[in-house]
């Protein structure tokens, strides 16, 4: 999270933790592939699996630039220049028009949290954030809503796993690769 100093600016960003797991997940799934398909003559040719994983690693990445930005004003979610507005539309909702916050069951059971605007659109609150507390503070502050019972979806220690059986998985990469090269 940074603090613009000029005025009440706070910019939050996806955990690391989050981003490293993740994309570490996308390559040990990935990484064998194309030389899977070499080994096994497959026919979609390497050199064109390689390309298509390089494209989903960069959208991935994109999705993961995800940024919060909080002033005076309002809450908006946003991406860097470079991630089309076709791949990732973000959303601004001033403070004013924040009429609640309402909780949703996630298809595997978690809890999500939506911002209800005055005109009844929803707004998905982030929840995979560094300083998710205090974005949920301001946004006690600012709207009025009791933010008590609001959690992260998510805790540090999931990802850790996460990782963890990632680390894992990409030592089992390196064998099959191995073994995939040395059949080709």
Do not use: H
């Not at 004003?73 to 507005?85: H, R």
């Not at 911002?115 to 949920?136: Q, T």
């Not at 008590?148 to 680390?167: A, E, H, K, N």
């Amino acid at each position: 999270m940074s603090q613009n100093q000029d005025s009440e600016t706070f910019i939050f960003r996806i955990s690391p933790l989050i981003k490293i797991t993740l994309l570490s997940l996308y390559v040990a799934l990935t990484i064998p592939l194309p030389f899977l398909s070499q080994a096994t003559n497959a026919p979609l040719p390497p050199m064109i699996l390689g390309v298509g994983l390089a494209l989903g690693a960069a959208a991935l990445y994109a999705a993961l630039t995800e940024r919060v930005v909080i002033d005076d004003e309002g809450i908006k979610v946003s991406y860097p220049v470079w991630v089309p507005d076709l791949f990732r539309k973000g959303w601004y909702l001033p403070w004013a028009e924040i009429k609640a916050l309402k909780p949703r069951t996630t298809g595997q059971g978690g809890l999500v949290y939506y911002f209800v605007s005055n005109s009844e659109k929803g707004y998905l609150l982030p929840m995979r954030i560094v300083g998710f507390a205090k974005l949920v503070r301001i946004v006690e502050a600012k709207t009025g809503i009791d933010t008590t019972d609001v959690r992260p979806l998510s805790q540090p220690w999931m990802y850790l796993i996460l990782f963890g059986c990632t680390i894992l998985l990409l030592l089992v990469d390196a064998w099959t690769i191995s073994n995939a090269i040395a059949i080709s």
